[in-house]
């Protein structure tokens, strides 16, 4: 069975351009995270979907950070414009469920390392 | 945030030593998990602990929870030099089950 695809696998941009990400979780994961880490860091939440509903996306900055999940299935992770500081690492993962009494891993795709110049 | 803290930050050990990594973390927990990332590569999941279970080993990992003192530990037994990578804890808490990382490990296991 296919892990979590992401694609692209590196992308450098100039400031104040668009960039997209794309993310294929595996199938029937009904969760599906968006992380970015930082060069030495720990990955940090973005936003967590929970089939087609964004259930958590507090620390997502939506000023020019937008995400969807189209039939709960692929999702997409936008931003526009970007700047220096948005350069990181941007991992998908996907779980089956996140419901506590049933806790389950999370699958992490390679991630696309982004470079903004 | 990152609620868990993970220590040493950085861990050199000869092969065929055990090492031993903690975490730290401030809130309940309903799970707390432990996670292995090679340079350049996405995270792989090792180990699963829940809040009502206090050691569960896996091959040559162990890991331990102690939720009166809010921490765990990751014990590796007879390192391997294909142990080298960093090593992250994620903490799943609340209500919503929102995963989140530390800072992570950077074990080095010389040949």
Redesign the interface.
């Known amino acids: 069975e296919a892990g979590?695809v992401q694609s692209p696998r590196y992308k450098i941009i100039e400031k104040k351009q668009p960039v997209a990400f794309w993310c294929n979780p595996i199938s029937g994961h009904n969760t599906l995270?968006w992380?970015r880490q930082n060069l030495?860091?720990?990955?940090?939440?973005l936003i967590?979907y929970e089939n087609e509903e964004a259930?958590?996306d507090s620390q997502l900055p939506k000023d020019r950070f937008s995400a969807e999940r189209l039939k709960g299935v692929d999702s997409t992770l936008k931003i526009q414009p970007a700047e220096l500081g948005d350069s990181a690492v941007y991992?998908c993962?996907s779980s089956s469920t996140?419901?506590?009494r049933n806790?389950s891993?999370?699958?992490?795709?390679?991630?696309t390392r982004l470079t903004v110049v | 945030s990152q609620q868990g803290e993970e220590d040493p930050q950085a861990l050199s050990i000869q092969e065929g030593e055990n090492a031993t990594m903690n975490c730290s973390y401030k809130t309940s927990i309903n799970n707390l998990q432990w996670y292995r990332q090679n340079s350049g590569r996405g995270l792989v999941h090792l180990i699963l602990i829940r809040s009502n279970e206090r050691e569960k080993h896996s091959g040559r990992l162990r890991v331990t929870l102690d939720t009166s003192k809010k921490s765990s530990s990751l014990l590796i037994t007879a390192s391997r030099a294909a142990d080298t990578a960093s090593y992250f804890c994620a903490t799943d808490a609340g209500a919503n089950s929102k995963l989140t990382f530390g800072k992570g490990i950077t074990l080095s296991v010389r040949p």
């Open positions: 979590v995270y992380y030495g860091q720990g990955p940090e939440l967590r259930v958590d991992l993962a996140w419901w506590a806790p891993e999370a699958f992490f795709g390679q991630g």
